[in-house]
């Protein structure tokens, strides 16, 4: 059973930074795409970046491009969002989601496993 664990969320000012990981047991790290997906209050989820399997393939929503860094270590079973020049905007659920199929996922729905999130706030 795949199972997915975020952890990095919390508290930070606006213009701060916060890093968040996600590790993924259960089946071979290197067999999913991978994103950060966030909801904020009211709002649906939405794709923040995804990476491909072999991390040679990035996707980021306009509005985070040049200040979020989405990476992955196969080694370590983990992913990573490096979130800078936050904003308060940004505040939001942060999920962590894997992907086994063949093309990159650009949708929330096309995602098989989640985490179960971490809250970002960002103040103003």
């Known amino acids: 059973q795949v199972q997915l664990v975020e952890s990095g969320g919390g508290l930070v000012q606006a213009g701060g930074s916060l890093r968040l990981s996600c590790v993924l047991s259960?089946?071979?790290?290197?067999?999913?795409?991978m994103g950060w997906i966030r909801q904020a209050p009211g709002k649906e989820r939405a794709i923040v970046a995804l990476?491909?399997?072999?991390?040679?393939?990035?996707y980021y929503t306009d509005s985070v491009k040049g200040r979020f860094t989405i990476s992955r270590d196969n080694a370590k079973n983990t992913l990573y969002l490096q979130m800078d020049s936050l904003k308060p905007e940004d505040t939001a659920v942060y999920y962590c989601?894997?992907?086994?199929?063949?093309?990159?996922?650009?949708?929330?729905?096309?995602?098989?496993?989640w985490g179960q999130g971490t809250q970002v706030t960002v103040s103003s």
């Open positions: 989601a894997a992907d086994s199929g063949y093309t990159l996922p650009y949708r929330a729905s096309d995602y098989d496993y």
């Open positions: 259960g089946r071979p790290f290197s067999n999913f795409h």
């Open positions: 990476i491909g399997r072999s991390g040679g393939n990035t």
